[in-house]
Nanobody
Framework: VQLAESGGGWVQPGGSLRLSCTAS????????MTWYRQPPGKEREYVAT????????DYIDSVKGRFIISRDNDKNTVFLQMNNLKFEDTAMYYC???????WGQGTQVTVSS
């Protein structure tokens, strides 16, 4: 199993980034996918979930209305569109296969002026 995140970087407050996580080694379309993040010096926290078909999503309150999780099952990829980024969104972002303990290596997002 491999999960490869990409798309992180540096952005000013109010900016946008789109994270991608490409999966291999399992039947991606059967699994619920989640995004987590770990801010500097803090514990990893849940960000968003999307069901296997992409029809149902869930978000932590602090990102509702700003982040959008989506997936392309033909490309084995889950996305996290992040808009109106804030300083407190700075973190290492990880994708995860729910309930399987499979994690990617993470991609760093830094929001700074």
């Amino acid at each position: 199993v491999q999960l490869a995140e990409s798309g992180g970087g540096w952005v000013q407050p109010g900016g946008s980034l789109r994270l991608s996580c490409t999966a291999s080694g399992f039947d991606f379309r059967l699994f619920v996918m989640t995004w987590y993040r770990q801010p500097p010096g803090k514990e990893r926290e849940y960000v968003a979930t999307i069901d296997s078909g992409g029809g149902n999503t869930d978000y932590i309150d602090s990102v509702k209305g700003r982040f959008i999780i989506s997936r392309d099952n033909d490309k084995n990829t889950v996305f996290l569109q992040m808009n109106n980024l804030k300083f407190e969104d700075t973190a290492m972002y990880y994708c995860n296969v729910k309930n399987m303990g499979w994690w990617g290596q993470g991609t760093q997002v830094t929001v700074s002026s």
